[in-house]
């Protein structure tokens, strides 16, 4: 898998996203929460991805982009890492759930954590 995050890997899907929310699991490694769900695609991905930050913790749009930016870059620095080796296929919403600005170092190790425990959960 390329370490890149291209159109057809993101989760844009209403329906798919309905779904998610009302039939997923989730796992936390605070300030990050993923929800996911086994389904299937078209494509040959192994998971489509989309992140959130909450507008009620980040009243500025300035702050929710920065933070779903840094969380975007995050993923795709290490999906392949953990996402090659799966056999079904994942939609995921990764959701920031912190009150704070985080830093780019602290969000790739909280997203490491969150990936392994994932792993650790489907397998």
């Keep these: 898998m ?25 796992i936390s490694v605070f300030p990050l929460r993923l929800v996911f769900l086994p389904t299937t695609f078209e494509d040959s991905i ?20 920065r933070i779903k930016r840094l969380l975007r870059e995050s993923y795709r620095l290490n999906k392949s890492d953990y996402f090659n080796n799966l056999t079904t296929q994942y939609a995921c919403m990764i959701l920031y759930i912190g009150k704070d600005k985080p830093t780019f170092n602290q969000v790739e190790t909280k997203m490491n954590l969150l990936f392994k425990k994932f792993l650790n959960k489907v397998s």
């Excluded at 390329?2 to 989730?26: D, H, R, V, W």
């Excluded at 192994?46 to 982009?65: C, E, I, L």
Aim: proline content about 4%; hydrophobic content about 25%.
């Design 2 to 26: 390329s370490q890149t995050y291209p159109k057809k890997e993101k989760l844009k899907s209403k329906k798919l996203i309905e779904q998610l929310f009302a039939n997923g699991q989730s």
């Design 46 to 65: 192994p998971a489509k991805t989309g992140v959130s930050v909450s507008k009620r913790n980040f009243k500025t749009a300035v702050d929710r982009n």
